[in-house]
T-cell receptor
Framework: EDQVTQSPEALRLQEGESSSLNCSYT??????LFWYRQDPGKGPEFLFT???AGEEKEKERLKATLTKKESFLHITAPKPEDSATYLC??????????FGQGTRLTINP | NAGVTQTPKFQVLKTGQSMTLQCAQD?????MSWYRQDPGMGLRLIHY???????DQGEVPNGYNVSRSTTEDFPLRLLSAAPSQTSVYFC?????????????FGPGTRLTVL
């Protein structure tokens, strides 16, 4: 059975304090790993798709990396507007996503 | 493009009542799906469809029905609401059937069953 575990559950940082969020997964044949951002009361917003180990993608202060067992979402010099819940999901079969429980990130000014 | 739209935004039901959550997309996406999100549980797949006339069950299908008569619409029906169905429901769509294509989510419907 596919499993996705995100850590930590919650993370509080000061503005400018860089850190990383972790997504560990077990899946027999990874088709893709997705990162989403979710603001309170909103639907998940797509950030990145990673397809194979060694792949990296960047967007503003965020950088996602992928190994055979886990993915990291690195956040560099975060700002308060980066506060959100970050969701990781893996896809094995046709389009079915399995989500982790999310990391709730708070950036204090 | 409006993207993925969902109605209503909020709904309160009594136990045993039935209702339909609406989902529509204007991106000509073949794949559509319904998830529920509960605290500490993450998003869980209820039902999905790979095209008009084709639906299948996800991880938590009991108590829900779906149909897909058009490419654009994918309604979710609660036949007899139960308090355990109190949740936030999200609809999502993507273009491709087979590849790892990005799923785009709607704004959600917050459902409370009393």
């Amino acid at each position: 059975e596919d499993q996705v575990t995100q850590s930590p559950e919650a993370l509080r940082l000061q503005e400018g304090e860089s850190s990383s969020l972790n997504c560990s997964y077990t899946v027999s044949g990874l088709r893709g790993l997705f990162w989403y951002r979710q603001d309170p009361g909103k639907g998940p917003e797509f950030l990145f798709t990673l397809y194979s180990a060694g792949e990296e993608k960047e967007k503003e202060r965020l950088k996602a990396t992928l190994t055979k067992k886990e993915s990291f979402l690195h956040i560099t010099a975060p700002k308060p507007e980066d506060s959100a819940t970050y969701l990781c999901a893996v896809q094995e079969g046709a389009q079915k996503l399995v989500f982790g429980q999310g990391t709730r990130l708070t950036i204090n000014p | 493009n409006a993207g993925v739209t969902q109605t209503p935004k909020f709904q309160v039901l009594k136990t045993g009542q039935s209702m339909t959550l609406q989902c529509a997309q204007d991106m000509n996406h073949e794949y559509m799906s319904w998830y529920r999100q509960d605290p500490g549980m993450g998003l869980r797949l209820i039902h999905y469809s790979v095209g008009a006339g084709i639906t299948d069950q996800g991880e938590v299908p009991n108590g829900y029905n779906v149909s897909r008569s058009t490419t654009e619409d994918f309604p979710l029906r609660l036949l007899s609401a139960a308090p355990s169905q109190t949740s936030v429901y999200f609809c999502a769509s993507s273009y491709s059937k087979g590849l790892a294509d990005t799923q785009y989510f709607g704004p959600g419907t917050r459902l409370t069953v009393l």
